[in-house]
C-alpha cells in the first residue's frame, strides 16, 4: 500500500487563488520530506526540502513567497501555493524518506494543478 | 556537475520481450543508485536500490546492474508485459547530509499487443 499520501490529487481554480498541497508519511516518520514539480515528458525538479520544525531549504530560483511549506509534524508538510497564475500549472510531487541510511524515498501520486 | 543521463529516451516492444534501460551518471560522492518505474499522471514507485559494493539487484521481472567503475547502470526488464509501460528513472543520490538526489531524464517505454 502507499506509504506517502497527498491531497488533493487535482486540483482546477482561478487564478488569484492560493492552493493547499498536503503530504502525509503513512508508516513512518519523516524529518525530511521533498517538493518537486514536473513538467510533461521531464524529469522531477526538485523545489524544496521540508525540515520538521524548521524553514524550509529552497533550490535557486525558487520564490519562496511563492511556494509555501509548512512541516509542523514529523507525518505532514504542506506546500501552498500563493496567488496562483497559469505559469504555475504542473505536476507536483512530494516525497519522504524513512530514518535510516540507503532509504528510498517514497513517492506520493503527485497533484495535478491547472490555474485558469 | 552531477548529471545523470538515461538512453533510449524512448522505447517501443513487443509485448513478451526483453528490454535493457540504460543509466550513466556523473555524481560524486556516489551513495546509490535507484530505478523507479513513473506510470502516467502518478508518483514514481521504486523498483531497485544498489549501493557501491553491489552489482546486480533482482526485483521479479527487473534486474538492475551497477558498474561503479565505469559508472553505468542497466536495468532489464524480462517477459515485458502491458503494464510495463511507463516512464523508467534512475535516479543517483550523492552523499551529503541529506542526500541530495539527482534524476534522470527517464525512458518511455511502451509495450504494445
Known amino acids: 500500500g502507499a506509504v506517502v499520501s497527498q491531497h488533493p490529487s487535482r486540483v482546477i481554480c482561478k487564478s488569484g487563488t492560493s492552493v493547499k498541497i498536503e503530504c502525509r508519511s503513512l508508516?513512518?516518520?519523516?524529518?525530511?520530506m521533498f517538493w518537486y514539480r514536473q513538467f510533461p515528458k521531464k524529469s522531477l525538479m526538485l523545489m524544496a526540502t521540508?525540515?520538521?520544525?524548521?524553514?524550509?531549504?529552497?533550490e535557486q530560483g525558487v520564490e519562496k513567497d511563492k511556494f509555501l511549506i509548512n512541516h509542523a509534524s514529523l507525518t505532514l508538510s504542506t506546500l501552498t501555493v500563493t496567488s496562483a497564475h497559469p505559469e504555475d500549472s504542473s505536476f507536483y510531487i512530494c516525497?519522504?524518506?524513512?530514518?535510516?541510511?540507503?532509504?528510498?524515498?517514497?513517492f506520493g501520486d503527485g497533484t495535478r494543478l491547472s490555474i485558469l | 556537475k552531477n548529471q545523470v543521463e538515461q538512453s533510449p529516451q524512448s522505447l517501443i516492444i513487443l509485448e513478451g520481450k526483453n528490454c535493457t534501460l540504460q543509466?550513466?551518471?556523473?555524481?560524486?560522492?556516489?551513495?546509490?543508485l535507484r530505478w523507479y518505474k513513473q506510470d502516467t499522471g502518478r508518483g514514481p514507485v521504486s523498483l531497485t536500490i544498489?549501493?557501491?559494493?553491489?552489482n546486480t539487484k533482482s526485483n521479479g521481472r527487473y534486474t538492475a546492474t551497477l558498474d561503479a567503475d565505469t559508472k553505468q547502470s542497466s536495468l532489464h526488464i524480462t517477459a515485458s508485459q502491458l503494464s510495463d509501460s511507463a516512464s523508467y528513472i534512475c535516479?543517483?543520490?550523492?552523499?551529503?547530509?541529506?542526500?541530495?538526489?539527482?534524476f534522470g531524464t527517464g525512458t518511455r517505454l511502451l509495450v504494445s499487443p
Open positions: 516525497s519522504a524518506r524513512d530514518r535510516g541510511h540507503n532509504q528510498p524515498q517514497h
Open positions: 508508516d513512518f516518520q519523516a524529518t525530511t
Open positions: 521540508s525540515n520538521e520544525g524548521s524553514k524550509a531549504t529552497y
Open positions: 543509466c550513466n551518471y556523473t555524481v560524486s560522492p556516489f551513495s546509490n
Open positions: 544498489m549501493t557501491f559494493s553491489e
Open positions: 535516479v543517483v543520490s550523492a552523499e551529503t547530509g541529506f542526500q541530495k538526489l539527482v
